[in-house]
């Protein structure tokens, strides 16, 4: 949905083993997971976000009985990598995840349940983000960092063609409707061919959960008639030639915006420095809003969740959750990680997130008619609370994107797509002998 903001599917085609997400289950079930560790220890930590790696230098520096090691994993390959080490018996203590991977390498068996350790941890976090690391009521590990989403518009063309920021998404079909009829040139929304982030966003936002456990199984609701009524919005934006369809791994997607082309985005607070950047034609020209939604007396947006994990074969799960808190919630590595100097483009996971706001905003991007630290902290407040990610997510996501080109270009419709998902969802974990059923 918003720019560059493909979802990371590295190892999306790794087969799932046939456990299934409960807190019973999971790699972590040795004694070690509750122990209190005693003396001096070493954890390797994995890691590809600049700026961690001082942390980890202070981190060192004021515990002296808790060391961590850091590797730069960066590339394409790391998931793969961290189930081979898994595998081998080599695996890092920690490391760097999204949501999505935590949750199929969790139904893998290659993370270690920390439930009762992390526990303690808990109510320094908002609630979406523990959902990120709790896939099916266990947790796995610390959350990291958030990427709520809000709106980020051309005030001077929405001026010029007489729209309004848009309150709900049929604010922004009307919108684009109304600037069709102006220009069939400039379009109120991009939507990349490779893309199907959108639909996973508005979902999201209507209140959709894909995936839900109950009892002793999932539930799967890719056809409910929340996720079928953020289809529609989907479906509106193809059938009426709304959208653009930049792809976001072109280096020249930034001009579609930069020279008005495309009027609006949903966007978070890692990607303000890149607009920053990329674009000098219409620097000081955009506002933010808060991201349109479904139901204005029940609001809610969506977000990503970067992670911390624990993998299977830690030795010392306590002191890892320890450092792994104290890198995400600590006033010191957060005042660092949040500067954008570190280069991290991390935005908190945690519950107050006002002292990390202001200094995310770039001050020549945005023309200051809008409060843009009010609208970061309300689409913080916003994330809506059911959404889950299954033992199969990264799997269904791939086979989503081969039917999302089909979507864009009219060959497919929304409705049939998430129907298709359903069933193949719905077989695909029969066939790894996960329980679930079509949710009602």
């Known amino acids: 949905m ?3 903001r493909t979802r990371a599917l590295a190892g999306a085609a790794t087969a799932l083993s046939l456990s299934l997400v409960l807190s019973a289950c999971g790699g972590g079930s040795d004694d070690s997971a509750t122990k209190t560790t005693k003396g001096k220890v070493q954890l390797e930590f994995w890691s590809w976000t600049e700026g961690i790696q001082q942390q980890v230098a202070v981190w060192n520096k004021s515990h002296p009985d808790t060391q961590v090691k850091y590797v730069n994993a960066a590339g394409d390959t790391v998931y793969q990598k961290l189930r081979a080490a898994v595998t081998s018996g080599n695996a890092p203590c920690l490391s760097k995840m999204d949501g999505m991977n935590l949750a199929n390498f969790a139904a893998d068996g290659l993370l270690t349940d920390i439930s009762k350790i992390a526990a303690p941890y808990k109510s320094r976090y908002t609630t979406p983000a523990w959902n990120a690391v709790s896939p099916g009521g266990a947790t796995y590990g610390i959350p990291t960092g958030s990427s709520p989403l809000f709106t980020a518009y051309r005030a001077d063309l929405f001026q010029k063609y007489g729209i309004k920021a848009p ?4 604010d922004v079909i009307a919108a684009g409707k109304a600037v069709q009829k102006k220009d069939k040139n400039v379009k109120i929304f991009n939507m990349a061919g490779e893309d199907p982030s959108t639909l996973v966003d508005l ?3 209507a209140g959709a959960a894909w995936y839900k456990v109950a009892g002793d199984h999932w539930e799967i609701g890719l056809d409910s008639p929340d996720a079928l009524k953020a289809g529609d919005v989907v479906q509106q934006l193809v059938d009426n030639n709304l959208a653009s369809n930049a792809s976001y791994a072109d280096p020249g997607v930034f001009k579609t915006w930069d020279l008005g082309k495309t009027i609006l985005m ?3 607070t890692w990607q303000l420095p890149i607009y920053d950047t990329n674009f000098p034609k219409s620097k000081g020209k955009w506002q933010l809003a808060d991201a349109p939604v479904f139901d204005t007396a029940h609001p809610q947006t969506s977000s990503n969740f970067d992670v911390t994990a624990v993998l299977k074969g830690c030795k010392y799960p306590d002191r890892a959750a320890e450092f792994a808190s104290w890198l995400s919630s600590s006033k ?3 005042t660092a990680l949040t500067d954008p100097a570190s280069k991290s483009g991390l935005f908190p996971a945690v519950k107050n997130v006002s002292p990390y706001v202001d200094k995310i905003i770039p001050a020549e991007m945005f023309n200051g ?5 009010q609208v970061i902290e309300t689409a913080a407040s916003r994330v809506g609370e059911q959404w889950q990610y299954g033992p199969d997510y990264a799997a269904m996501y791939s086979e989503m994107q081969k039917q999302w080109g089909k979507v864009m270009n009219k060959q497919m419709t929304v409705k049939a797509m998430l129907t298709h998902l359903q069933s193949w969802v719905l077989a695909d ?3 790894k002998g996960v329980k679930a059923v079509a949710a009602n």
């Open 2 to 4: 918003s720019t560059i």
């Open 266 to 268: 949903t966007t978070s």
């Open 369 to 373: 008619k809008s409060d843009s630290a």
């Open 167 to 170: 309150t709900t998404w049929a």
């Open 203 to 205: 979902s999201w936002e």
């Open 332 to 334: 010191e590595s957060l």
């Open 429 to 431: 974990l029969k066939k």
